[in-house]
């Protein structure tokens, strides 16, 4: 099958990798030259000057950039992904953005007889250098039916939420589960280390019991150890968990939990650890 992936970041680079092992004939573009004949030298494919150019041709046309207006940058525009695309071929957005977003994309494409899913994903880095990130879709049955066995190169979990926007709202709530599981773990080795408990056995112990969690499982030890070098940046964390707030807003609810700790990675950035994994959270409290 022919297709393009816009975005070689730390996600989309493994992604488009998988697509390309697959035996698909893919065209990538990223906004930084280098990083895209990289990625090229290593996989093969071709690489396009625009997204417009990465699109002409293909049948899925596959995004994974940063947020709303790095979406609406490469989307839109005379070089953007719909002056290049084919009527009839399908958009799906891999980055995580608002639902609105997303709605706005699928009209968008509807004007110009392009379909459209958003199509958010979970497992981080590794997921998608393992090819076993789980992904989030809303949009039309059908348009979900022709991406999966595509999105399966790269997804252990492909699964359809429902309409447009479902996917989005989906990773609303796992991210924040994802803040939610990491704050009560920064609090809880707070408690462990005061109390001056063992946080290898605290985790092993923890792990086979009601507690357990990936994040416990794969983030207590090096919180603890104040090791923050990987993973999740903790500037994208923040990103979306605006994003959730934004929503709970449009839906006349309130999160007081994301409230709080999206203040405590606001606080977090503007002391220089933007870059720092989402688990720096628990420098806030004085670990």
């Known amino acids: ?5 816009i975005g ?3 996600m989309g680079a493994p992604m488009a990798g998988h697509l390309q092992q697959a035996g698909h004939q893919l065209c990538v573009y990223n ?8 990625w090229v030298a290593r996989f093969g494919g071709r690489r396009a000057d625009t997204p417009a150019q990465a699109a002409k041709g293909a049948d899925i046309v596959m995004l994974c950039v940063g947020n709303d207006d790095d979406v609406r940058a490469v989307v839109y525009g005379e070089q953007g992904i719909l002056a290049g695309i084919e009527p ?14 997303a709605e706005e994309l699928y009209q968008a494409g509807a004007d110009a007889g392009v379909r459209f899913i958003d199509a958010p994903v979970s497992g981080g880095q ?13 949009g039309d049955e059908a348009d979900v039916a022709q991406a999966q066995p595509v999105l399966a190169a790269y997804g252990k979990k492909v699964t359809r939420l429902g309409p447009v926007g479902s996917g989005q709202r989906c990773k609303m709530v796992n991210q924040i589960c994802v803040v939610g599981a990491v704050q009560g773990i920064a609090e809880g080795l707070l408690l462990a280390k005061k109390a001056g408990l063992d946080i290898a056995t605290l985790v092993d112990v923890l792990a086979g019991g009601a507690a357990q969690s990936w ?7 090096t919180m603890a150890e104040g090791k923050f070098d ?12 605006s994003i959730c707030l ?3 807003g449009r839906q006349g609810i309130k999160l007081p939990l994301i409230e709080q700790v999206n203040r405590l990675y606001a606080e977090l950035i503007e002391e220089g650890y933007g870059r720092c994994d989402s688990t720096v959270v628990i420098k806030k409290l004085g670990g």
């Open 246 to 248: 934004q929503e709970a």
């Open 1 to 5: 099958m022919k297709l393009a992936f």
């Open 230 to 241: 990987f993973g999740f940046a903790a500037q994208w964390m923040h990103k979306d968990l």
């Open 215 to 221: 994040q416990l499982e794969n983030r207590a030890q």
């Open 126 to 138: 590794a997921g998608a250098e393992n090819g076993a990130l789980t992904v989030m879709i809303g």
């Open 31 to 38: 906004r930084n030259v280098e990083k895209a004949d990289a």
């Open 8 to 10: 070689l970041g730390v």
């Open 88 to 101: 009839g071929a399908l958009l799906v957005d891999h980055t995580t953005t608002s639902a609105e977003l």
